[in-house]
């Protein structure tokens, strides 16, 4: 998933399952069913997971563009002088 | 949301916090009930009434209970236990409870009932004051839910008293 996709995915799944919280909590309310309510919000719940946790591909339309290994063969790594600190004396 | 862990360990967390909510919540609703129960007790007959070797009283009686509790029901009620208590005051101590009878109602639809029963529990005084004691039948119920806080109250019936004598 890019980040974009992830972004999306995030605000989904707590939509969703607010959505499907309320819902069930007025479905149950009306119906005077405890099970009726926790019925419908697991099967919210399991929704939800399938569509945000896989790793579809429609949140993957901006992908990254990662450079190409030959590529970065062609442009080595800057060399990195490391400088010794002195400890400064204590007062 | 960076792998398929992560947002699975999102999704359950949030989604189990939101259930926490809404049990809260269902629990808060049930304030909204306003219960109208009713109940009456009636002495048939004082099977016996003997001194034990103890030296403690014991009287065993037969009663007919009948109560009307569907009002108690909510959509969030599991079950509601009932029992009933006869109170009595002596010169040892102000308030005696001897559990005498309980139940255990499943359904509303359970909950308008007439028992003939003899007292499931022992009616027995610590000492020997219950010769022509005056006491009261109280019913208490205790509204168990099936998430959240659970509810009791009682119907104290008033007017029962114990022969003078043994028998």
């Known amino acids: ?91 | 949301m960076h792998s398929f862990g992560y947002r699975l360990n999102g999704l359950l967390t949030f989604a189990v916090t939101i259930l926490a909510l809404m049990c809260a919540i269902t629990s808060l609703s049930d304030n909204f009930n306003t219960p109208s129960p009713s109940a009456e007790i009636k002495i048939m007959n004082i099977n016996w009434f003997q001194k034990q070797p103890q030296g403690h009283d014991e009287v065993s009686l037969t009663m007919n209970v009948s109560a009307d509790l569907q009002s108690l029901f909510t959509w969030n009620t599991k079950q509601v236990f009932i029992f009933v208590a006869a109170e009595y005051e002596t010169r040892k101590n102000s308030l005696n409870q001897v559990s005498l009878w309980d139940a255990i109602i499943p359904a509303k639809e359970h909950a308008k009932f007439w028992t003939h029963t003899s007292n499931k529990y022992r009616f027995v005084d610590q000492g020997n004051n219950l010769r022509g004691k005056k006491f009261n039948l109280t019913l208490h119920w205790h509204v168990m839910p099936k998430t959240g806080k659970m509810f009791a109250d009682k119907i104290v019936l008033t007017g029962y008293s114990l022969p003078e004598e043994y028998r």
């Open chain 1, 1 to 91: 998933m890019d980040w974009q996709g992830q972004k999306l995915v995030e605000q989904i799944m707590q939509i969703m399952l607010l959505v499907f919280a309320v819902t069930a909590f007025v479905a149950g309310y009306v119906l005077g069913s405890f099970q009726m309510m926790v019925l419908v919000y697991a099967g919210g719940v399991t929704l939800t997971g399938l569509i945000t946790i896989p790793n579809w591909p429609f949140f993957n339309r901006h992908p990254l563009n990662w450079l190409d290994p030959s590529e970065a063969e062609k442009h080595p790594k800057p060399q990195v002088t490391v400088i010794s600190k002195k400890k400064g004396s204590k007062k």
